[in-house]
């Protein structure tokens, strides 16, 4: 357990999805979506990636309320995995994170979202734990929800109670 001191934190978060996983991706992958379904309010692509404008190399930007934060695309299999780094943003050090999704055989998938940080500050490893624990699930719950929207057909609607009409 982390008394506070500095030292390596590792998060995770798993939520499950009812679409399949090229639709999870396809918005885990496309940043400027993320403004419609996630906690983030704006999202900027700094700079693209070496080929895939939105693959590895890609500097993406994620702005909310009170923060504005960095990362770079550094490793990416289509419908499968997408990880980042943290180049600023969040007082952290050596921030990795990485997103695999698992296409389940009833044609779901599950979302498994996992990082790992220095915090950069003496005995703020408990509240780091704790928040990015918080943002993880949130995160992966939004994901997993708007691909679930994404992949309803046009011609079918979403009843209040979550019946597809």
Excluded: C, N
């Amino acid at each position: 357990m982390d008394t506070g001191s500095v030292g390596r934190i590792a998060v995770s978060a798993t939520a499950r999805s009812r679409a399949p996983a090229e639709v999870v991706f396809g918005l885990l992958k496309d940043g400027a979506t993320w403004p419609r379904w996630s906690m983030f309010d704006a999202f900027e692509l700094e700079r693209p990636g070496t080929g895939d404008p939105l693959g590895v190399g890609a500097i993406r930007v994620f702005i909310t309320r009170v923060s504005k934060v960095r990362e770079e695309v550094v490793e990416m299999v289509d419908g499968a995995l997408l990880s980042y780094v943290l180049l600023s943003g969040l007082p952290m050090k050596d921030y990795r994170a990485d997103v695999g999704l698992e296409a389940m055989p009833d044609g779901s998938t599950l979302i498994h979202w996992r990082a790992r940080f220095d915090p950069k500050i003496a005995g703020t490893g408990w509240f780091w734990r704790m928040m990015m624990t918080r943002v993880l699930r949130t995160v992966s719950q939004q994901l997993a929800a708007a691909a679930e929207r994404a992949s309803v057909a046009p011609h079918q609607q979403t009843a209040p109670d979550g019946t597809v009409r």
